[in-house]
């Protein structure tokens, strides 16, 4: 799988986008790009995933770039529960189901 | 409510005893999973399922033991081999097969180890 690296935390005020980066400049293919984010204390709670193009679902929008080396996850009004990890893991869709979850970017909403 | 449900949330035993989680899923999913998690890190496979009665090791299986004898069921036992048991410790189900499928979390068990 490729390995993804993500800033360790940010701030984000109330009401504002919150843009999340991720590099994965060593993706291949057939490998897609899941984001995960884990409330404190909480399971994961799945986000969204794509493979090249943008895609957007009731939480949240991920844009990958068009060379697919970095994707951002957008909330677009962030309040103060998406306070959480949020994870990026790069993953072949025929890979099986196993997920490697690295360190994550701990966002912080501010009122 | 469909779901997956982890008990007890919190969980003390004394150093050189086995100790046994519980998970259970009702949303007819044939894949399982164990992670642990330790405090500021991500999280690590332990175990997996992906059908009953059979499991492989994930990335740091040494000192844990599951069984999967029913579908709704994946219990762990973190056994007196595990060096370092004090964690966070997680469950999930997915639909199985080669492609990938969502996962979905249990609330966790914060086992500490005295």
New interface residues.
Partial sequence: DAKTTQPPSMDCAEGRAANLPCNHSTISGNEYVYWYRQIHSQGPQYIIHGLKNNETNEMASLIITEDRKSSTLILPHATLRDTAVYYCIVRGRNAGNMLTFGGGTRLMVKP | DGG?TQSPKYLFRKEGQNVTLSCEQNLNHD?M?W?RQDP??????IY?S?IVNDFQK?DIAEGYSVSREKKESFPLTVTSAQKNPTA?Y???S?I?????????????T?LTVL
């Fill in positions: 997956i894949a999973y992670y500021g890190q991500g999280l690590r496979l997996y992906q994930g966070f997680l469950c999930a997915s199985a097969g080669y492609s990938y499928n969502e996962q979905f979390f249990g609330p966790g914060r």
